[in-house]
């Protein structure tokens, strides 16, 4: 259905076990996510280090981990601030890295509605997922209200052109953000929505014949992400107040350099 990684027997564990988590508390949502998300959409991340220009990398590195630390460090003190930042730069880059050909209507409809279209249906379990992440009791209620209205306005153009356009990818991405609970929809929309399509455009770009071949190449970059991880955990987020504040504070750390340090040393681009 979606590309090299839509073999049936793939895409029936991935939503059986998403089904299965969106009945389990919260602490079985949140593994879910961080599979989700930290292994198989952050793939197509680990391939950074790879498109970049060989004399640019030792500046590349600097500023990518320099980032990193900038990340943690922002939502240690500030929170209430890191969130937006994050939520904001992560709809801007689903937008700018969907293909120029959809044209900027959808672009601008799937990079914001992958960031409110889980509020539409599950509003109040959006509300406690972003009060536990940090966002200021004052202002939920109208984050909450704007992110459900956006949510409406983008859920219903991206139906609209998932139908006209029988674009089976964007309808079945769109329906699993409305319709499980927040932290999985997010994960299953973000895997067919961004980071599958991007996983694929890497690997073509690299030339790797399949996914085999591409895991090869970055495994040294996503076992540095995991390691990255263990020890922010264990040595840097030992105080945080839950495991929310967590998942959000390694996903901006290891997501933020993506979005913002990698299209300056794109080697197509320089």
């Not at 879910?32 to 590349?60: C, N, Q, T, W, Y």
Request: proline residues 6%; charged residues 10%.
């Amino acid at each position: 259905m979606i590309y090299d990684l839509g073999q049936k027997s793939g895409w029936a564990v991935l939503y059986g076990a998403a089904l299965v988590a969106s009945f389990c508390p919260m602490g079985y949502q949140l593994l879910f996510a961080s599979v989700a998300m930290g292994l198989l959409g952050m793939a197509h991340g680990a391939s950074d280090l790879a498109i970049v220009r060989p004399e640019k990398k030792g500046l590349f590195l600097s500023g990518y981990l320099g980032l990193m630390a900038l990340c943690l460090l922002g939502w240690q003190l500030f929170p209430a601030s890191a969130l937006p930042v994050f939520l904001v730069a992560s709809a801007g880059h689903f937008a700018i890295e969907e293909p120029q050909a959809s044209g900027w209507p959808r672009r601008l409809a799937i990079g914001i509605g992958l960031i409110t279209l889980p509020a539409v249906c599950y509003l109040r379990e959006t509300t406690v997922l972003l009060s536990y992440a940090g966002l200021p009791a004052h202002s939920l209620a109208l984050v909450m209200t704007i992110m459900q209205g956006v949510g409406i306005l983008c859920a219903a153009q991206l139906l609209i052109t998932g139908s006209l356009q029988r674009d089976y990818r964007l309808f079945v991405g769109v329906l699993s953000l409305l319709f499980f609970p927040p932290l999985i929809g997010f994960s299953l929309g973000f895997l067919i929505l961004h980071a599958f399509p991007q996983t694929c455009v890497r690997r073509h770009l690299l030339g790797c014949n399949n996914y085999y071949d591409y895991l090869r190449l970055t495994w040294p970059i996503l076992s540095g992400a995991l390691l990255f991880s263990l020890l922010a955990i264990m040595f840097i987020l030992p105080e945080a107040q839950n495991n929310v504040r967590i998942l959000f504070t390694l996903l901006t750390a290891l997501a933020l350099p993506h979005l913002i340090i990698t299209p300056f040393f794109e080697s197509n681009k320089n």
